[in-house]
């Protein structure tokens, strides 16, 4: 029986370890924290259910509900607001995603910024026949800047602090300056078109449901991968102290 190694049991190493282990393989995944999800995790305070990643799915991704529905989560899903709240000055401003027009009536930006989006708009518009929400590599020629290098060379500051960096962070799970502008267009493209759904127990479901199937190993980080011709060695560090797995 052929052996895999995933380093990390966040989303992509989980699915990576569960479809490996469908079509024959023996996988070991090692886990550096105590618990899978990486940046999906699901917590529970006073009652509360917090997803410290994206609190909506959008059903346009169709390779995760595909997946979702295989694991047997698909009833589990529930529609999820297309509200999203920017605080400035004390105040909290509402744009709605299903209602794009929104962005242009709010009064979290001023009559100068909204020229500005028109321009966003317009460079969004030139883009989007090149984007696949699926494949944003089918978009490669567009991915020469940050969306924090666009925002300041075709927006404003004002347009980059209220809702470019907002947008960076609640849907790429990053900071304006670490996301490329492609990303950022192609979640624009994808936000405006799908259907907006959750768990109400959290995203993390979808993990935990994955890991209950894997032999996974917490607490334990991977130092070095070595690949030689016939084997991969992974060093790690866990409970025990340092140890070694071949694959």
């Not at 999820?80 to 709010?106: Q, W």
């Not at 959750?198 to 449901?209: D, K």
Request: charged letters at 25%; proline letters at 3%; aromatic letters at 6%.
């Amino acid at each position: 029986m052929k052996s895999a190694i995933v380093v990390g049991a966040g989303l992509a190493g989980l699915t990576a370890a569960y479809r490996l282990k469908q079509a024959g393989w023996r996988v070991k995944v090692l886990e550096a924290a105590h618990e899978v999800g990486g940046r999906a995790v699901s917590l529970t305070k006073q009652g509360y259910t917090i997803d410290t990643g994206a609190v909506g799915l959008g059903t346009v991704y169709k390779d995760f509900m595909d997946l979702v529905e295989e694991l047997g989560l698909k009833d589990r899903l529930t529609p999820s607001s297309t509200i999203a709240g920017t605080a400035r000055g004390g105040k909290v401003y509402e744009i709605d995603s299903a209602k794009p027009l929104t962005a242009l009536t709010s009064k979290l930006l001023s009559f100068g910024s909204k020229l500005k989006m028109v321009s966003l708009m317009r460079d969004l518009g030139k883009v989007k026949a090149h984007l696949d929400i699926r494949d944003v590599a089918a978009a490669a020629e567009f991915d020469d800047e940050t969306i924090e290098a666009y925002a300041k060379r075709r927006l404003n500051p004002e347009l980059l602090e209220y809702f470019i960096e907002p947008l960076a962070r609640t849907v790429n799970l990053s900071r304006a300056n670490r996301v490329s502008k492609l990303e950022v267009f192609n979640s624009l493209a994808g936000l405006f078109s799908t259907t907006l759904v959750h768990f109400p127990e959290g995203v993390g479901v979808v993990s935990n449901t994955m890991a209950k199937q894997l032999d996974v190993r917490f607490n334990t980080p991977a130092k070095s991968v070595q690949r030689y011709d016939d084997r991969v060695e992974v060093t790690y560090l866990g409970p025990q102290g340092v140890g070694t797995i071949e694959s």
